[in-house]
């Protein structure tokens, strides 16, 4: 059965509560007339059984997830942190730029680690005229045994078998071009909310789950061979490798050896009664292939 509401002229006045549309059964004669207000209240209807919220219309339902805290499972989307001074987003070219971005040429990756995700549905969101796609692939090596998926911008798509696999994005340019991408945000569940915004130091220690930079310094007088433990300020996502270059300020004494490296520390040592040195730790894993 379908019915039909005639074209409104474009000059038309807005319309009232009270005004009335006429719903007409193209089978039948058997005309029908609703308010306004009547139709407004049946498109705007929000089913509130299953989600936890107290709205019963999209728009307020829609206020409503935004003031959830910790809603985007993005680690850096707004672009703020760059502990690895990045000049762009496509600075390294293959390479991780604003610590966890990684362009390849062509693409701008990011990911959402195994732990944070679940088998049910998402959202992306961005500001840009870049296009998305998505893909679960293996925490351990990046590979996928399904193609990426095309999601537009605010919409859903459903993750399944998640266990053992991140969730990647991937962005390809549009007329704006790469580094006009901003405010990227996955969330759960199939509405699109407001981009979130953090506090700058949550989002940096989000970001040093994956790569995090210090320094450290010993002096043990007299000593044939000094060593050194340090701990991470966040637990890394898996055992981090390791760099070492010279210390902001102050004699440098790189460490000669790595004597452990795990989510949580690593410990270094020297021949000598000193190390003084900057170290960079890598968290990050394998981007998924193409």
Do not use: C
Request: proline content about 4%; aromatic content about 12%.
């Amino acid at each position: 059965m379908t019915k039909t509401i005639p074209q409104l002229d474009a000059q038309v006045d807005p319309l009232a509560d009270d005004d009335e549309f006429v719903l007409r059964d193209t089978s039948d004669s058997d005309d029908k007339k609703a308010t306004s207000a009547q139709v407004k209240a049946y498109t705007d209807a929000y089913d509130n059984s299953t989600s936890g919220l107290s709205a019963t219309n999209y728009s307020d339902a829609i206020d409503e997830l935004s003031l959830r805290p910790n809603r985007n499972l993005l680690a850096n989307g707004g672009f703020r942190v760059n502990q690895q001074g990045s000049a762009s987003k496509t600075d390294n070219n293959p390479g991780w730029n604003y610590d966890t971005w990684y362009y390849d040429g062509t693409y701008l990756y990011t990911f959402v680690e195994e732990a944070d995700i679940f088998d049910g549905d998402f959202t992306l969101s961005w500001e840009s005229d870049a296009t998305a796609e998505w893909v679960l692939a293996s925490t351990s090596d990046g590979t996928h045994g399904t193609s990426w998926a095309s999601v537009s911008n605010g919409g859903s798509f459903t993750l399944g078998s998640t266990s053992g696999n991140h969730l990647w994005v991937r962005f390809a340019s549009g007329v704006d071009g790469l580094n006009a991408l901003d405010k990227v945000q996955v969330e759960a569940g199939a509405v699109a909310t407001a981009f979130e915004w953090r506090p700058y130091a949550t989002d940096e220690h989000i970001t040093q789950r994956v790569y995090e930079l210090g320094s450290s310094k010993v002096f043990s007088g007299g000593a044939s061979v000094v060593s050194l433990g340090t701990n991470f300020r966040v637990l890394k996502l898996a055992a981090p490798s390791l760099s070492y270059s010279a210390p902001p300020a102050g004699g440098t004494v790189i460490p000669s050896s790595t004597e452990w490296a795990n989510e949580r520390s690593f410990s270094v040592s020297n021949s000598g009664s000193e190390v003084a040195f900057s170290w960079e730790a890598d968290a990050r894993p394998p981007v998924a292939d193409a």
